[in-house]
């Protein structure tokens, strides 16, 4: 089960504002459960910047991906299978974590 999530730091600023409400991992990173909270960091220098709520986890094929899930992702539908091309190149079955923000170092919970 994983303890915390990385992205990259392109994406923390979606992330904060609230345009990115998905992310779409491969297996071995979609052993989250609904309601868990994440600790999330930068991939690059593991720098803390918010904490996540799981809100889902759901099983989706990249040949499945929509609009709709570009959107979750703040990018076009090119975009977003581009991405997840140069991430996890050549897989298929991937899993999408539905979250919500609800801690950052400038709203921290009490």
């Given at each position: 089960?994983?303890?915390?999530i990385?992205?990259?730091?392109?994406?923390?600023?979606?992330?904060?504002?609230?345009?990115?409400?998905?992310?779409?991992?491969?297996?071995a990173?979609?052993?989250?459960?609904?309601?868990?909270?994440?600790?999330?960091?930068?991939?690059?220098?593991?720098?803390?910047f918010?904490?996540i709520?799981?809100?889902?986890?759901?099983?989706?094929?990249?040949s499945?991906?929509?609009?709709?899930?570009?959107?979750?992702?703040?990018?076009?539908?090119?975009?977003?299978?581009?991405v997840?091309?140069?991430?996890?190149?050549g897989?298929?079955?991937?899993?999408?974590?539905?979250?919500?923000?609800?801690?950052?170092?400038?709203?921290?919970?009490?």
């Open positions: 089960m994983l303890t915390k990385t992205f990259f730091e392109r994406f923390e600023q979606d992330i904060l504002s609230g345009a990115k409400t998905i992310t779409l991992r491969n297996e990173e979609s052993h989250v459960f609904a309601g868990q909270i994440l600790p999330v960091s930068t991939f690059e220098a593991d720098r803390w918010c904490d709520k799981v809100i889902e986890v759901v099983p989706v094929l990249f499945a991906l929509t609009e709709q899930h570009a959107a979750q992702e703040n990018m076009t539908l090119p975009e977003l299978r581009r997840i091309q140069e991430i996890y190149p897989l298929e079955q991937l899993f999408q974590i539905h979250f919500c923000v609800v801690n950052t170092r400038a709203h921290p919970i009490n």
